[in-house]
């Protein structure tokens, strides 16, 4: 049920098991086709065809249990001076390249909403295309406007990464002792689009003081009460701050509550009440702004300590490092958020499609069927709607989705390894090195990179879903399992927190916190609680 190639079983070498990205539940088996398969083809293109990098000639995925198993392949012999050409040019010219990268992934996402799987209702109009055709032909353009955007995001990340590791090594060549969180202050940008869904919630609490309306917006329980109250409101505030909460919604409310990998996650324009929730938390703060560190005081610091000769190396690494790590921080949104969350929804649709035509029970059951057996069901469930008879082969695909489910179920109660093989003494990819923390440890410590570092005492709160921040309170001690904007309102109100620390810039990893969680009736228990770093 899952690709062909990523259906096997591991080979040699060292497979880790990627929860950074995935989490620790079973694939679906369409997300497989979404994400490792197009994975593994688009990141292995831009390390082994399109920049021949030193690091990795490219990644594979198995998966074991339903559970991704990732690898890095060793560098092949190379021509070095190749892969220096193409990075040069990059590095060059990396403003304009990000800024039209933007552009062509704002326009395939354009294009993944627009596809239209509308059928008539009686006799079709004799529309061009045909409306079954337009329908079967989206299938196929969703797939390609997807793995249009895997590339896209590959493009650029990998070499990003290696610039990052060039900048920290460099600094801890001339500065051992420097702490990993100056290094992150001194890459730190002022706006991050990544971020931006956090301010445009800010921009609303601040207008609803500004109107006299905040206390009147913090009494509806719900969104969705809030917007059937102000749409019929007379009053003209309340009218000009809905105008406002439903213009930002595209694209800044198409975020996931996770990575934004899997079609599961709770996404905010899915559920308003998730930013409703955390738009009612800023309403209670005064809106003044965190402090902040400043990076660039901070980099000129450092440099005053260097050699002379050594200065112009440090402020190119560090303008080349500052660069690369914005578009770091950014893709995720507009590759794992904005698009992932619109192509969701566009084959949720075809699942409503499917169940409309009845083929499927419910449109929910698209998740367990693989991508070509989405086209063939389609195929089915289309002509039966054109001769009128309705489906032939609905019995054969239930009866598949239900053995599925079943199995999906059973995979659920295992519990793969870590890792499978023995961990490489040397890490050369910075990539594994930097977002999944492999590397070989004698001492069994899990270490973390300190963005915020100090001490805090309190109740630990762990946060593994939105609907986890009604936990916290004032004092409180939050985990994080994920470094997303969906933690930040909740962040607020807590003594210490186990996670990045906002509008700082930090590499992926898992970092470990001996705590005390919360129980119930007040009842501490001992906790360790992991996080990812993003």
Not at 219 to 248: C, I, Y
Not at 286 to 306: F, H, N
Not at 318 to 343: N, P, Q
Not at 400 to 420: G, K, Q, S
Request: a neutral charge; proline letters at 7%.
């Amino acid at each position: 049920m899952y690709p062909e190639r990523q259906s096997r079983i591991p080979g040699g070498g060292f497979w880790y098991r990627d929860v950074v990205h995935f989490g620790e539940e079973p694939l679906y088996p369409l997300d497989a086709y979404f994400t490792v398969s197009m994975m593994d083809l688009a990141q292995s293109y831009y390390y082994g065809r399109f920049f021949s990098m030193p690091t990795s000639s490219g990644r594979d995925t198995a998966l074991v249990e339903g559970r991704p198993f990732r690898t890095s392949y060793p560098p092949r012999p190379l021509d070095i001076s190749e892969f220096e050409r193409r990075a040069r040019r990059y590095l060059e010219h990396w403003d304009e390249i990000y800024e039209e990268w933007k552009r062509d992934v704002l326009a395939v996402v354009e294009e993944m909403r627009s596809l239209d799987l509308s059928l008539p209702e009686g006799v079709d109009g004799g529309g061009r295309p045909p409306a079954p055709f337009r329908v079967v032909e989206g299938w196929f353009r969703l797939y390609l406007l997807w793995l249009r955007l895997w590339f896209r995001h590959y493009e650029l990340l990998m070499l990003g990464y290696m610039v990052y590791q060039l900048f920290y090594k460099f600094v801890k060549t001339f500065f051992p002792d420097a702490p990993d969180h100056h290094i992150a202050a001194m890459l730190a940008a002022e706006e991050l689009d990544t971020l931006r869904p956090e301010r445009e919630l800010e921009d609303l609490a601040k207008l609803a003081r500004e109107l006299g309306i905040a206390d009147r917006i913090a009494s509806f329980a719900t969104a969705g009460e809030m917007e059937e109250a102000f749409s019929k409101s007379g009053d003209p505030r309340e009218r000009l701050w809905l105008e406002r909460w439903n213009a930002v919604k595209y694209p800044w409310f198409y975020v996931s509550t996770g990575t934004g990998f899997l079609h599961w996650e709770r996404r905010w324009v899915d559920d308003l009440d998730i930013p409703f929730s955390y738009l009612k938390s800023l309403l209670k703060e005064s809106g003044g702004a965190p402090r902040r560190v400043d990076g660039l005081k901070l980099a000129e610091g450092y440099s005053q300590y260097l050699p002379e000769e050594l200065r112009g190396a440090f402020r190119m690494y560090l303008e080349a490092a500052r660069r690369a790590y914005r578009f770091i921080e950014e893709h995720s949104f507009y590759v794992e958020h904005l698009g992932f969350t619109v192509g969701y929804m566009k084959i949720r649709e075809f699942g409503s499609l499917l169940a409309r035509l009845g083929v499927l029970d419910s449109g929910d059951d698209i998740w367990l069927l693989t991508w070509g057996e989405v086209f063939e069901a389609l195929l089915d469930g289309l002509t039966g709607w054109c001769n009128l008879q309705g489906p032939a082969a609905s019995g054969r695909f239930r009866q598949r989705v239900a053995e599925r489910r079943r199995l999906m179920e059973d995979m659920r109660r295992t519990r793969p390894p870590d890792y499978i093989g023995e961990a490489p003494e040397k890490v050369s990819d910075p990539n594994l090195a930097m977002l999944h923390g492999v590397a070989r440890r004698s001492d069994g410590v899990l270490r973390g990179v300190p963005a915020s570092p100090g001490r805090a005492r309190g109740p630990v709160v762990v946060v593994r879903s939105p609907a986890d921040l009604e936990k916290v309170r004032d004092g409180a001690v939050l985990v994080g399992l994920d470094v997303i904007p969906h933690v930040a309102p909740g962040a607020e109100a807590v003594r210490g927190y186990c996670h990045r620390k906002r509008r700082l810039p930090l590499p992926r990893g898992y970092i470990g916190k001996r705590g005390r969680e919360a129980g119930g009736g007040g009842d501490p228990r001992r906790h360790r609680g992991f996080e990812r770093r993003g």
